[in-house]
């Protein structure tokens, strides 16, 4: 059961929207925070706070909505509004936006924060703004979630994708039309997280292709061990690149449940009893050292170190038991002394007295010549050179514009110099070279 606004008024000059509940004493507002830095790219937000919103004496669960490239502002007075547009902010403006929702019998509502971006974000701006939410409001740290269109939809792919680790510190999201490549260090990382995802696009974008989607809520699910739950995806029969207006519709749900509902589903992945883990590795004379460190272990049964040649299956190579087990610091190492020729994927595989599974990390480690890849010039009249000195296989050569919008897709075989003939406008754009979905170079160039 959803509450809806009867009513709003808005009072732009001091960029303030107080909602009000007709019935009531209680006051929603929607206040834009001009200038208050949440992240190195972020020097502005608006602010949501519900019905009866009283800190201290309860947690509320959190919901960031993350803009598109066309929002982009300085995060003033006059650029903030920029943020209002579209999605969950537009729908507060509109009034559209339920005042609680009821799922599982239990009521919840939201603590809705809008950062403004100053430039196209990177995965450690929203590292910020978790921080910087969970520092400033009385948040559910077992319940913040992630939404967004475009270039913020693509921001919260990568993020999660950045790390299992960053991929836990959300509890589910719903990324709209996302711009970034699925890489499948990104897919990998999300389904060992067991990161829940609905993702929505329309079938005929002709801005970030249909397939970017595709691909990743696919990949995640393709994971052995696949993730839990299953990733999703609505794929609209429409064309242009607005999704979100019919992803935010009030109306559209999918097994009874609005996407706002769909999240609040889920609380945040239970941690394993191990805290602060780094794995690290490097090459030492043909042999993989692989090392490990946790802040703290209790009731841990053990670690399994696996290894993989294509970073999707992966074998168990030996397996660790913890040495205190008793809440103290734990250090290990394992050496593999015959690693496969080429690259080599390795993680652990962690296990809890109560059968809680958990992987690490992936970290990659060459045993052969590194592939080295260049391109050139920087400054491109009509020709972008791409020098390989390794033979690639099944190379994607892809050519993104500021906004995220793929200008070139090539396929690229064979080893030495590669001449591209570039017929796109003048500007800045960045060039990405993958092979089987695997991230070999990025570069920035400038079309003259």
Same mark, same amino acid.
């Given at each position: 059961?959803?509450?809806?606004?009867?009513?709003?008024?808005?009072?732009?000059?001091?960029?303030?929207?107080?909602?009000?509940?007709?019935?009531?004493?209680?006051?929603?507002?929607?206040?834009?925070?001009?200038?208050?830095?949440?992240?190195?790219?972020?020097?502005?937000?608006?602010?949501?706070l519900p019905m009866g919103y009283a800190p201290g004496s309860q947690k509320y669960p959190l919901?960031?909505?993350?803009?598109?490239?066309?929002?982009?502002?300085?995060?003033?007075?006059?650029?903030?509004?920029?943020?209002?547009?579209?999605?969950?902010?537009?729908?507060?403006?509109?009034?559209?936006?339920?005042?609680?929702? @009821?799922?599982?019998?239990? &009521?919840? *509502?939201?603590?809705?924060? $809008?950062?403004?971006?100053?430039? +196209?974000? #990177?995965? =450690?701006?929203?590292?910020?703004?978790?921080?910087?939410?969970?520092?400033?409001?009385?948040?559910?740290?077992?319940?913040?979630?992630?939404?967004?269109?475009?270039?913020?939809?693509?921001?919260?792919?990568?993020?999660?994708?950045?790390?299992?680790?960053?991929?836990?510190?959300?509890?589910?999201?719903?990324?709209?039309?996302?711009? @970034?490549?699925?890489?499948? &260090?990104? *897919?990998?990382?999300?389904? $060992?997280?067991?990161?829940?995802? +609905?993702? #929505?696009? =329309?079938?005929?974008?002709?801005?970030?292709?249909?397939?970017?989607?595709?691909?990743?809520?696919?990949?995640?699910?393709?994971?052995?061990?696949?993730?839990?739950?299953?990733?999703?995806?609505?794929?609209?029969?429409?064309?242009?690149?607005?999704?979100?207006?019919?992803?935010?519709?009030?109306?559209?749900?999918?097994?009874?449940?609005?996407?706002?509902?769909?999240?609040?589903?889920?609380?945040?992945?239970?941690?394993?009893?191990?805290?602060?883990?780094?794995?690290?590795?490097?090459?030492?004379?043909?042999?993989?050292?692989?090392?490990?460190?946790?802040?703290?272990?209790?009731?841990?049964?053990?670690?399994?170190?696996?290894?993989?040649?294509?970073?999707?299956?992966?074998?168990?190579?030996?397996?660790?038991?913890?040495?205190?087990?008793?809440?103290?610091?734990?250090?290990?190492?394992?050496?593999?002394?015959?690693?496969?020729?080429?690259?080599?994927?390795?993680?652990?595989?962690?296990?809890?007295?109560?059968?809680?599974?958990?992987?690490?990390?992936?970290?990659?480690?060459?045993?052969?010549?590194?592939?080295?890849?260049?391109?050139?010039?920087?400054?491109?009249?009509?020709?972008?050179?791409?020098?390989?000195?390794?033979?690639?296989?099944?190379?994607?050569?892809?050519?993104?514009?500021?906004?995220?919008?793929?200008?070139?897709?090539?396929?690229?075989?064979?080893?030495?110099?590669?001449?591209?003939?570039?017929?796109?406008?003048?500007?800045?754009?960045?060039?990405?070279?993958?092979?089987?979905?695997?991230?070999?170079?990025?570069?920035?160039?400038?079309?003259?």
């Amino acid at each position: 059961m959803k509450k809806r606004l009867p009513w709003l008024l808005t009072s732009w000059p001091i960029i303030t929207i107080g909602l009000f509940w007709a019935t009531t004493g209680f006051t929603q507002t929607f206040t834009a925070k001009s200038g208050v830095s949440m992240a190195t790219h972020s020097q502005g937000y608006y602010e949501y706070l519900p019905m009866g919103y009283a800190p201290g004496s309860q947690k509320y669960p959190l919901l960031i909505f993350l803009h598109d490239v066309g929002e982009i502002g300085n995060g003033t007075a006059i650029e903030l509004p920029n943020v209002l547009t579209r999605g969950t902010p537009k729908q507060i403006v509109d009034g559209d936006f339920p005042t609680s929702f @009821t799922v599982g019998g239990t &009521t919840y *509502r939201f603590i809705v924060l $809008a950062p403004q971006f100053t430039q +196209w974000p #990177t995965p =450690n701006d929203l590292n910020d703004i978790l921080d910087y939410a969970k520092v400033n409001y009385p948040i559910d740290t077992t319940r913040m979630y992630l939404t967004g269109i475009s270039m913020g939809a693509g921001l919260m792919w990568e993020y999660a994708g950045t790390s299992v680790n960053c991929a836990r510190r959300i509890s589910a999201m719903v990324p709209v039309s996302g711009a @970034t490549p699925p890489l499948l &260090t990104r *897919r990998q990382n999300m389904a $060992a997280a067991n990161l829940p995802v +609905w993702a #929505t696009h =329309n079938s005929l974008d002709g801005t970030v292709p249909v397939c970017y989607t595709e691909e990743f809520v696919n990949g995640i699910n393709a994971e052995e061990p696949s993730g839990s739950p299953t990733a999703k995806m609505t794929i609209f029969t429409a064309r242009g690149h607005d999704a979100w207006t019919a992803t935010y519709d009030p109306g559209f749900t999918e097994g009874g449940m609005d996407v706002y509902e769909w999240m609040l589903q889920f609380q945040k992945y239970e941690a394993l009893p191990v805290t602060a883990l780094s794995f690290t590795g490097k090459n030492q004379n043909g042999k993989a050292i692989l090392n490990w460190s946790v802040a703290s272990e209790v009731n841990h049964l053990n670690y399994i170190v696996e290894r993989s040649k294509d970073g999707t299956r992966f074998e168990s190579l030996s397996t660790i038991t913890p040495i205190s087990n008793n809440g103290f610091t734990g250090k290990y190492s394992y050496t593999d002394i015959k690693p496969e020729s080429g690259t080599n994927f390795y993680r652990l595989k962690l296990t809890s007295v109560t059968g809680n599974i958990s992987y690490s990390d992936v970290i990659k480690l060459e045993f052969n010549e590194g592939k080295s890849v260049t391109f050139f010039p920087t400054l491109v009249n009509n020709t972008l050179n791409l020098k390989a000195d390794y033979i690639i296989q099944e190379g994607k050569l892809r050519i993104f514009d500021m906004s995220g919008r793929m200008m070139l897709d090539k396929n690229i075989t064979g080893s030495g110099t590669h001449s591209v003939s570039l017929t796109i406008p003048s500007g800045m754009y960045s060039v990405v070279l993958t092979e089987k979905g695997e991230l070999i170079s990025r570069q920035t160039i400038i079309k003259q």
